[in-house]
């Protein structure tokens, strides 16, 4: 039986929160998130003085009164966000460790699920070599996201991705009109790195959600072993190693992944965008409540 986060007792979970953005946002009109710009809704903002060609039904005839001057009442305008969830699916991250795979299936619906609660457009990008796939097109509404969980729960996760490729060739990115979402582990030789700098560019909020095992978080190899890369097509693939693991290639290790995370954040930072790194082992409703409500993603 394939190991799954997604059930109705972890959508419940979910359903106090909402997604957020720090940014102004230049999209479409009738979601829940208040922009910069003065539109059409209930909730007050300010007042200004009329000029010609203004609405003259906006002129607030209380303050002509007081002032003999016509001003004119301003209202908030809410926007409907464009979420876009990319999700990795190359071997390294669910093929020989089903918990892993499922935690980063878990939280791509998660963040979905929080998506179309607030009336938002979402899609998922199923990232494979060097391509990412749109199975189920712009979902709008709960309906269509829990038809499309029905898919999503039984992804296989295999080969190698390319982040840079399935990211930037994205025909779907828009322009300063919402969040995207890359969950990943991040071990790879791909450039993510200029993923980050496209969506930058686009004017897209960016949230870099690295997944880890606890093995990957603290390895307990010890001794001779022979390792295994999950992306190599055969045993004589030059990836795998034979090794006689010490305190020392431990240590060396640690570091390593160290340094990964370190640069990762520090260049996710320089540009604006969140980064979290989590273990698989860690309920992701902690997440979602913890790190993300931290990093202001999160309401």
């Given at each position: 039986m394939k190991v799954t986060q997604l059930d109705d007792a972890f959508f419940s979970r979910l359903e106090t929160l909402s997604l957020n953005l720090r940014s102004n946002l230049a999209g479409y009109f009738g979601g829940?998130?208040?922009?910069?710009t003065y539109g059409q809704t209930v909730e007050f903002a300010d007042f200004r003085e009329y000029q010609l060609g203004d609405d003259i039904r906006r002129i607030d005839w209380n303050l002509f009164s007081r002032f003999e001057k016509y001003f004119l009442r301003l209202f908030t305008d809410e926007r409907q966000m464009q979420v876009q969830v990319f999700l990795d699916l190359s071997a390294s991250v669910g093929k020989?460790?089903?918990?892993?795979?499922a935690y980063a299936i878990g939280a791509a619906a998660a963040l979905g699920f929080l998506a179309v609660q607030n009336m938002d457009k979402l899609t998922f990008?199923?990232?494979?070599?060097?391509v990412s796939d749109n199975p189920f097109g712009t979902l709008v509404g709960?309906?269509?996201?829990?038809?499309?969980?029905?898919?999503?729960?039984?992804?296989?996760?295999e080969g190698s991705t390319d982040l840079e490729a399935c990211v930037t060739?994205?025909?779907?990115?828009?322009?300063?009109?919402?969040l995207t979402v890359i969950v990943s582990d991040f071990?790879?030789?791909?450039?993510?790195?200029?993923?980050?700098?496209?969506?930058?560019?686009?004017?897209?909020q960016v949230l870099l959600v690295q997944v880890l095992s606890p093995e990957e978080i603290e390895p307990s190899y010890d001794g001779r072993v022979?390792?295994?890369?999950?992306?190599?097509?055969?045993?004589?693939?030059?990836?795998?190693?034979?090794?006689?693991?010490?305190?020392?290639?431990?240590?060396?290790?640690?570091?390593?992944?160290?340094?990964?995370?370190?640069?990762?954040?520090?260049?996710?930072?320089?540009?604006?965008?969140?980064?979290?790194s989590v273990s698989s082992e860690t309920p992701i409703e902690r997440v979602l409540f913890g790190e993300l409500l931290k990093s202001g993603i999160m309401s």
């Open positions: 829940k998130h208040l922009v910069k020989n460790d089903e918990q892993k795979g990008h199923l990232m494979r070599g060097n709960k309906n269509a996201f829990f038809r499309a969980m029905s898919s999503i729960r039984e992804l296989e996760f060739g994205c025909r779907e990115t828009g322009n300063n009109n919402g071990l790879t030789e791909s450039d993510w790195k200029k993923a980050v700098d496209f969506l930058c560019y686009k004017k897209r022979f390792l295994v890369d999950a992306e190599a097509e055969d045993l004589e693939d030059p990836r795998n190693m034979r090794l006689r693991i010490n305190p020392a290639m431990q240590q060396a290790y640690q570091e390593a992944l160290r340094d990964l995370r370190e640069d990762i954040r520090s260049y996710t930072a320089k540009r604006g965008a969140g980064y979290i």
